[in-house]
């Protein structure tokens, strides 16, 4: 499961070096160790086990549904199946909101117990000592902040919120990103926001920004694997769909099926000892 051991691990001081050098960040979500394998031999730079686990993994609605120990766990088989790549931990609903110290406890979990190399939570301006604290501990914090998918049942709606449409909005999610610099984030995740708030954004800090259908001016650009493969019933706009292995897979499945109604197998491949068979009966 290991990648090529000439491989040298991804790491913040690369990913700014790529920043300086004008070469993107390609990020994906990722779940499972044998995805993350593969995604590493493509080269993929960083993956993200997102909360999105509780819709395309787990089924439900929301992301809010993604527990910490789930999160914990798929992190965990994602570094271990791309021990070289950045893998950036998602920290779920409620697993940072209500205390600080639990937070700095749990964000923890996620470097000690499961390698990761940094921790996602989505903020605004009110966690700044939090990202704080988490920078003084030594956990490296990716501050997420436009759309923030965990305040769904708060914004009052099911689909996901274009933030920074007006003049206001814009000014107010440059300087969240300022202070979460400043708070010492080493990254920034722009989710769902006009292109214009990402290069005003870009403009104000020097750590790398990531955008989730935030614009060209990013740093680097993360969608949901599923969407990108095609195995999604529907898919965000900024979402490119490249390839149908929702069909393909649909496709094998019916192929096994068809294999089964034929007979499948006519020979089987394990036999017992020369003579045993006999003495069964």
């Not at 990013?218 to 969407?227: E, N």
Request: charged share 20%; aromatic share 4%; net charge negative.
């Amino acid at each position: 499961m290991q990648g090529d051991p000439k491989d040298k691990p991804m790491t913040l001081k690369k990913l700014r070096k790529m920043v300086e050098a004008g070469q993107p960040i390609a990020a994906l979500t990722c779940y499972d160790a044998t995805t993350a394998q593969w995604l590493a031999r493509a080269g993929v730079h960083v993956l993200l086990v997102g909360d999105s686990a509780g819709q395309v993994i787990l089924g439900y609605d929301s992301s809010i549904h993604a527990s910490l120990e789930l999160l914990l766990q798929l992190t965990g088989a994602v570094k271990r199946g791309a021990p070289n790549a950045f893998v950036m931990g998602d920290m779920p609903f409620m697993s940072y909101q209500a205390d600080d110290a639990e937070a700095i406890h749990n964000a923890g979990r996620f470097l000690v117990e499961a390698g990761a190399d940094a921790v996602k939570l989505e903020v605004d301006a009110r966690y700044g000592e939090l990202v704080a604290k988490m920078s003084r501990a030594g956990i490296p914090v990716v501050a997420h902040i436009g759309w923030k998918p965990q305040m769904v049942r708060y914004a009052g709606i099911r689909t996901a919120k274009i933030v920074g449409r007006t003049a206001a909005e814009v000014r107010d999610l440059v300087e969240q990103a300022e202070l979460m610099e400043a708070r010492g984030a080493v990254m920034l995740l722009v989710e769902q926001t006009p292109a214009e708030v990402a290069e005003q954004i870009v403009r104000a800090v020097r750590i790398p920004v990531i955008g989730c259908g935030a614009g060209p001016a990013c740093h680097g650009q993360v969608v949901v694997l599923q969407d990108l493969l095609g195995m999604s019933d529907r898919s965000p706009s900024f979402a490119p769909v490249i390839a149908s292995l929702g069909d393909h897979i649909r496709d094998a499945a019916r192929q096994w099926i068809d294999m089964l109604e034929k007979g499948f197998p006519t020979e089987h491949p394990y036999g017992m000892d020369p003579g045993e068979a006999d003495k069964i009966h």
